[in-house]
């Protein structure tokens, strides 16, 4: 595998509570991306998988703990913003997509950190712009305003926004969460392709585990703020694993079509609930 281009070592992030005082979020994670590779994060709700990406993102400052990003790896603190919205970009959880601008402003304001005089946009800036709105299935939206926009169709043109920016690493924070099951091969084929064509390494949250099988190079299970497992998604989705954190059943077999685990959620409850 190559040099990573993100590193985050023993991260511990606390909460201040005025009632219960101080919180554990996450505590002590660890793990790489590298070039060319998808990691994607899952876990149960609440446990902690946005705040990790807001601290990669460098919104959240760690209690404890290191996060270097580029080549040569550098302490984030390092980077000026414009240096590092040039090598990152982040799609929060949610946005406020409800902004007076067009669909197409929108996906154009990823360049921003590349233009010299704030959203003064060259050639390039409107060739690359119109290339990921085709990408991602919003080009026909373009003259919209985004606050018209469907659920679904606002998080793509986020998506896009990111792309945009060229980044050499994305964060994603469950960016097919919206789209049907059609959008979610197309989104996930485009990361696949960009990893391997431009090396891209991307850190993608998510609920969908059966994605995660599918496309995931490396899979990082979080539980109540802990790396619960951490590996390729055969080694993490196992029936055993996922009962003990999600508290429901699963059965965790081989899919019929490719080599990769299929899982499937039982209606039954686990003998202990
Ligand atoms: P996830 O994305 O996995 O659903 P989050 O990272 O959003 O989880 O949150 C993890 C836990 O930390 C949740 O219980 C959330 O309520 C809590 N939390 C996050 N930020 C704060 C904060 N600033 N103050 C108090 N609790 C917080
Ligand atoms: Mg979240």
Request: charged content about 20%.
């Given at each position: 595998m190559s040099t990573p281009v993100l590193s985050a070592e023993c991260i511990t992030v606390l909460a201040r509570n005025r009632h219960q005082g101080a919180l554990t979020v996450l505590d002590g994670i660890s793990f790489t991306a590298a070039p060319g590779e998808l990691v994607m994060v899952a876990g149960p709700s609440g446990s902690g998988k946005s705040t990790l990406l807001r601290v990669l993102a460098g919104i959240v400052s760690p209690d404890a703990g290191k996060?270097?990003?580029?080549?040569?790896?550098?302490?984030?603190?390092?980077?000026?913003?414009?240096?590092?919205?040039?090598?990152?970009?982040?799609?929060?959880?949610?946005?406020?997509?409800?902004?007076?601008?067009?669909?197409?402003?929108?996906?154009?304001?990823?360049?921003?950190?590349?233009?010299?005089?704030?959203?003064?946009?060259?050639?390039?800036?409107?060739?690359?712009?119109?290339?990921?709105?085709?990408?991602?299935d919003v080009a026909q939206l373009a003259d919209r305003r985004v606050a018209s926009l469907s659920g679904g169709e606002k998080q793509r043109v986020l998506l896009a926004r990111a792309l945009c920016q060229t980044p050499q690493l994305l964060l994603l924070d469950e960016p097919t969460s919206a789209q049907d099951y059609g959008q979610q091969i197309r989104i996930m084929s485009t990361l696949i392709t960009l990893c391997t064509v431009q090396r891209l390494a991307v850190v993608m949250v998510t609920h969908d585990l059966n994605l995660a099988a599918m496309y995931a190079h490396r899979l990082l299970l979080l539980n109540q703020g802990r790396a619960a497992a951490y590996g390729t998604p055969r080694e993490v989705l196992t029936s055993t694993q996922l009962e003990a954190i999600y508290h429901c059943s699963f059965i965790v077999d081989e899919h019929p079509c490719a080599s990769m685990p299929r899982i499937t959620l039982s209606p039954l409850l686990p003998p202990s609930q």
């Open positions: 996060i270097q990003i580029g080549h040569p790896l550098q302490a984030l603190s390092m980077y000026t913003a414009r240096e590092r919205a040039r090598f990152m970009a982040f799609l929060p959880q949610e946005d406020n997509p409800e902004n007076p601008f067009s669909v197409q402003e929108t996906v154009m304001l990823g360049r921003s950190p590349w233009q010299p005089f704030y959203g003064i946009a060259c050639e390039q800036d409107r060739r690359l712009t119109q290339q990921v709105m085709v990408l991602l």
